[in-house]
T-cell receptor
Framework: GDSVTQMEGPVTLSEEAFLTINCTYTATGYPSLFWYVQYPGEGLQLLLKATKADDKGSNKGFEATYRKETTSFHLEKGSVQVSDSAVYFCACASGSARQLTFGSGTQLTVLP | SQTIHQWPATLVQPVGSPLSLECTVEGTSNPNLYWYRQAAGRGLQLLFYSVGIGQISSEVPQNLSASRPQDRQFILSSKKLLLSDSGFYLC???????????FGPGTRLTVL
């Protein structure tokens, strides 16, 4: 079956630092790739997505590029803010029902 | 625009009691619907999904069941709760034409 492996957390950064959260996947066919964000006590919000190789998803200063050759979809942001503190989930959708398979999540804390 | 509702927001139940969690989607028709569970400090586990009324697929054999009595209503049930059923339950939907799933606000279930 499909699987998604995320960088282990927690990650603690100072405000304005550079962020990278690694994500690799194993899936059949041509999966779509996603990053979701979860703020404390809330559901998941879509952060960005990419549907084919070399696509770059971007939103709110976050970016991730679909790298088929390395089966990766690493999340990056050039300058994090305290408000970015949350749990970030990488996910892929594949198969006939396009079910999402999630990574284990990475807790990010940004200190002022 | 589409919205997804879940209730209740929080629930505390004794071991052995029944459970019914409800999810409804507005502003779309014939959505795919999903139930996930998020245990404390862990990732998301897909429990059930449905591509139409009365059509339920189970991903993990367990103490829970799901039903879809109406097009935009998805219910998660149990006849007798276990301690291990505690967690954060998330409902999600997508349309048949896209991979992107949109999540509800979640229900926090504590079984004592």
């Amino acid at each position: 079956g499909d699987s998604v492996t995320q960088m282990e957390g927690p990650v603690t950064l100072s405000e304005e630092a550079f962020l990278t959260i690694n994500c690799t996947y194993t899936a059949t066919g041509y999966p779509s790739l996603f990053w979701y964000v979860q703020y404390p006590g809330e559901g998941l919000q879509l952060l960005l997505k990419a549907t084919k190789a070399d696509d770059k998803g971007s939103n709110k200063g976050f970016e991730a590029t679909y790298r088929k050759e390395t089966t990766s979809f690493h999340l990056e942001k050039g300058s994090v803010q305290v408000s970015d503190s949350a749990v970030y989930f990488c996910a892929c959708a594949s198969g006939s029902a396009r079910q999402l398979t999630f990574g284990s999540g990475t807790q990010l804390t940004v200190l002022p | 625009s589409q919205t997804i509702h879940q209730w209740p927001a929080t629930l505390v139940q004794p071991v052995g009691s029944p459970l019914s969690l409800e999810c409804t989607v507005e502003g779309t028709s014939n959505p795919n619907l999903y139930w996930y569970r998020q245990a404390a400090g862990r990732g998301l586990q897909l429990l059930f999904y449905s591509v139409g009324i009365g059509q339920i697929s189970s991903e993990v054999p367990q103490n829970l069941s799901a039903s879809r009595p109406q097009d935009r209503q998805f219910i998660l049930s149990s006849k007798k709760l276990l301690l291990s059923d505690s967690g954060f339950y998330l409902c999600a939907w997508n349309s048949g034409s896209t991979d992107t799933q949109y999540f509800g606000p979640g229900t926090r279930l504590t079984v004592l």
